[in-house]
């Protein structure tokens, strides 16, 4: 449907004629601001788990046994963490490339198994960002169930600044469901957290600060046990990246081998003290 536009002569002598036109100027700038909207990001990156494994050119895995906790099935990357993993780190992949300027990242995840856990910070799926600044920021969210078996949206946010110890900041909401998006956003220097439950599109905002515009050099989708000693078995259906820009996604060059390069150096050694032994007989 196209937009037809009236043209009206207007007699500046009527009545109220000034008011009047300051409010359809303004209604017609909202409406132009609307049309025109925000500007997109300009580079994208979309990985789905679901029914292959993940790229070894785009991701590499972290954490201690790696190897026997992640695996691929239909539904997504399946990461499960036995009461065994102890207090060991999480255990996930890491998207290998920067991410500069703006950006908005999403994780759509599924909670298959969380035994409550008997102390720690809480237990589940996890979304973790790392920059590039001397504060060494780094800015977790995920989805928790608790100590006493309350489950909730976390944001995170640690920074250590010149000359103070590690500083922390949490806050959290509660969550309903076992499953859903934890997406984290950067317009200008502003970062924000947000979670949308189940399947809907619905996000809704756990926490923001002002972070600065520093690179991203890290993004790590996983499992955590929050410290304590508890099963934790979830799936990452997916994760979108929406930025500025970002680094090379491409895998990176093959290292070679050094082997000619030693026997090159152990030759022309071999081949000098020859030489010197023979001029001295």
């Given at each position: 449907m196209g937009l037809r536009w009236t043209v009206r002569t207007i007699d500046w002598g009527?009545?109220?004629?000034?008011?009047?036109t300051r409010i359809r100027a303004a209604l017609l700038w909202l409406f132009c601001a609307?049309?025109?909207?925000?500007?997109a990001l300009a580079a994208e990156f979309r990985q789905d788990f679901r029914g292959k494994p993940y790229d070894a050119s785009l991701f590499r895995p972290t954490g201690p046994g790696f190897a026997t906790a992640i695996r691929s099935d239909k539904k997504g990357l399946r990461i499960v963490l036995p009461p065994e993993h102890g207090k060991k780190p999480p255990v996930g992949v890491v998207l290998k490339?920067?991410?500069?300027?703006?950006?908005?990242i999403t994780m759509e995840f599924e909670v298959v198994n969380v035994k409550e856990p008997e102390g720690g910070q809480g237990a589940g799926p996890s979304l973790y960002?790392?920059?590039v600044s001397p504060a060494q920021t780094a800015v977790t969210t995920g989805w928790q169930l608790k100590p006493g078996g309350e489950t909730v949206f976390f944001a995170h946010r640690a920074s250590t600044p010149p000359g103070s110890a590690r500083e922390h900041r949490v806050k959290s909401a509660p969550a309903t469901g076992r499953s859903g998006k934890l997406r984290i956003v950067r317009t200008g220097a502003v970062l924000a957290y947000?979670?949308?439950?189940?399947?809907?599109?619905?996000?809704?905002?756990?926490?923001?600060?002002e972070v600065g515009r520093e690179d991203v050099n890290g993004v790590r989708v996983a499992a955590a046990n929050g410290g304590s000693p508890t099963l934790v078995d979830v799936r990452i259906g997916s994760l979108n990246v929406?930025?500025?820009?970002?680094?090379?996604?491409?895998?990176?060059?093959?290292?070679r081998s050094r082997w000619p390069l030693w026997i090159g150096t152990i030759l022309v050694l071999a081949a000098g003290a020859g030489y010197g032994v023979w001029r001295r007989r």
């Open positions: 009527e009545p109220n004629v000034w008011g009047r609307w049309s025109v909207g925000t500007p490339t920067g991410i500069k300027g703006d950006f908005e960002l790392t920059m947000l979670a949308a439950e189940g399947d809907s599109d619905s996000f809704k905002e756990i926490d923001q600060f929406l930025a500025d820009e970002l680094g090379d996604l491409s895998p990176p060059p093959p290292v």
